[in-house]
């Protein structure tokens, strides 16, 4: 099959067009190697899918909708699936028209591209961070998500909106699916498990947010990965509808149009994953107590149960083994980089 995957250069596009490369798959890579966390880190992702003959990069932004165009018309695409983005909770205080250009722009001309080239399924990477600070737990797609507590929020609940318009107007099924805290090898600088242990790494201090009392349902990008490929065999529609007693469908009555999260419904304890992250490191950490900060929330919790009715899956590995295997993939990279 052919596909058109934007992002190819971040952290789960990568994942994403990797295993697709390499189940003999065609992708065309859409990416803008933009300098909000390391270039280099993006670069050597596509320097690893480059191996493949089937990979065809295109750099270039989302709100290029010329540059988007020829990509599409390169790719030819059977699916369409839209990672790039403007990553971060935090740094949405900073830079908000960053989450504006990508988020809001870029998505609804990768959503106008869908509606031209008509693939079979187009697929939006959304956030846990749609719920804001929801009270009810675990949090389930059918739950009221109209109190986001950040710009980078607000921004994936509009590109949510924007593609179930699109896809009643269009015919397009479309699947937006919510991850919760993904982590693992080539992750980005700015998330929790690669700040901590780059810290513990150096000897320097770790800044631990909210006292350590915050918790998230940690999500290994290997499940990630596989969760998404499922859900890309079953666009939207009434042939898969969801009728498992005690799982709300959230297919869409006026649109082939779906939300699914993408998370095993396990959180832990922001202090626990430090106490995982000195475990395997085998070095403690120098921790810095400090409050939480704005924007933040409480706590993530993934209710699996609408993902493990469509696809038979349920994200499952075990956080000691994830943290594992990012440790020893960032011992790797960066002693690599210094020798």
């Known amino acids: 099959m052919r596909y058109l995957i934007t992002g190819t250069a971040g952290f789960l596009g990568f994942h994403v067009a990797k295993r697709l490369l390499d189940a003999g798959h065609q992708v065309v890579g859409f990416d803008a190697m933009t300098p909000y966390y390391s270039v280099h880190l993006k670069e050597a992702r596509h320097a690893i899918l480059a191996q493949s003959p089937g990979f065809q990069p295109i750099i270039a932004r989302l709100e290029d ?10 790719a030819a695409p059977d699916a369409i699936l839209n990672f790039a983005a ?5 740094y949405s205080l900073e830079n908000p028209r960053a989450y504006v250009d990508s988020n809001l722009v ?8 869908a509606a031209r080239l008509r693939p079979r399924h187009l697929m939006l990477a959304s956030t846990s961070s749609i719920y804001g600070a929801n009270e009810k737990i675990p949090f389930s797609e059918s739950d009221k998500a109209d109190e986001p507590m950040t ?16 896809a009643h107007l ?29 810290a513990i790494r150096k000897g320097e201090p770790l800044e631990i947010y909210g006292e350590g009392r ?5 999500t290994y990008v ?39 999260n993408i998370g095993g419904g396990q ?3 922001l202090l626990r994953f430090v106490d995982i992250v000195e475990d395997c490191l085998g070095t403690p950490a120098i921790r810095k107590m400090l409050p939480m900060q704005q924007g933040d929330v409480p706590r993530t919790f993934a209710s699996p149960d609408l993902l493990v009715a469509l696809t038979g899956y349920r994200p499952q590995t075990d956080i000691k083994d994830g943290v594992k295997k990012f440790i020893a993939w960032h011992r790797d990279f960066y002693e690599a980089e210094a020798s």
């Open 65 to 74: 909708m010329a540059a988007l165009e020829r990509a599409g018309e390169a």
């Open 86 to 90: 403007q990553a971060g909770v935090r």
């Open 106 to 113: 870029g998505s609804f001309n990768v959503i106008e591209l």
């Open 151 to 166: 710009l980078y929020a607000a921004s994936k609940k509009s590109m949510e909106m924007m593609g179930h318009s699109s």
């Open 170 to 198: 269009h015919g397009v099924p479309t699947t937006a699916f919510r991850f919760f805290t993904v982590y693992g090898p080539w992750g980005r600088p700015d998330m929790a498990l690669f700040k901590f242990v780059a």
């Open 214 to 218: 915050m918790s998230r349902d940690f």
């Open 222 to 260: 290997d499940d990630l990965v596989e969760s998404v490929v499922r859900l890309m065999d079953l666009p939207p529609d009434e042939a898969n509808r969801v009728t498992a007693p005690g799982v709300v469908d959230t297919l869409s009555r006026h649109a082939p149009f779906r939300v699914v």
């Open 267 to 269: 959180p832990v304890e």
